[in-house]
């Protein structure tokens, strides 16, 4: 087996593991909103539990992607990214072959949107528990930022009131 047909194997298995951990992490945040619309403790606590092994599982990805760049680059194959070097080699010349980059890419795509919206649900989930317990601890009031120290002598806790 000659080195591009070595390199071709090695980028089709990286992107398998891609895939499938992108498909855990996919599961991964939708038990994040889940438990940010349910404000469920037991699955925010599986949520982070599962936090650890989902990271050491992008840790060994990126690992794997660098070990494959770098034995390209020693070959003497363009390894600027997976992207590159799949398209130096013949295989790209299969559909196959370029349908299963497209495939991940796409997949990636879409987490990087499910990621964005779960930041935002648990971002809100959090803004909502903070606002819940301001009013249970203080009965909901809130002075104004312009009137801090209830005068009203055109100043206030922005402004000094000489301004």
Same mark, same amino acid.
């Given at each position: 087996? $000659?080195?591009? $047909?070595?390199? *071709? ?12 951990? +992108? ?16 404000? $469920? ?13 989902? *990271? ?20 003497g194959w363009p390894a600027h990214n997976i992207q590159t070097l799949a398209r130096s080699l013949p295989a790209w010349k ?30 809100? +989930? ?11 601890? *203080?009965?909901?009031?809130? *002075? ?6 209830? +005068? ?12």
């Open positions: 087996m $000659d080195i591009a $047909d070595q390199l *071709t194997t090695r980028i089709e298995n990286y992107l398998f593991q891609v895939a499938e951990t +992108s498909h855990r992490w996919s599961e991964w945040l939708q038990l994040g909103e889940s438990a940010g619309i349910a404000l $469920d403790r037991s699955l925010f606590a599986t949520f982070e539990q599962q936090s650890p092994e989902l *990271t050491a599982a992008l840790q060994n990805l990126t690992e794997h992607r660098q070990e494959l760049l770098s034995a390209a680059a020693e070959a299969q559909v196959d072959f370029r349908s299963a980059i497209e495939a991940v890419r796409q997949q990636l795509s879409q987490l990087r949107r499910m990621h964005v919206a779960a930041f935002i649900l648990l971002h809100q +989930s959090l803004q909502q528990s903070r606002e819940t317990m301001r009013l249970l601890s *203080t009965g909901g009031g809130q *002075t104004p930022v312009y009137y801090g120290n209830d +005068s009203l002598d055109g100043g206030g806790q922005l402004l000094d009131a000489a301004l």
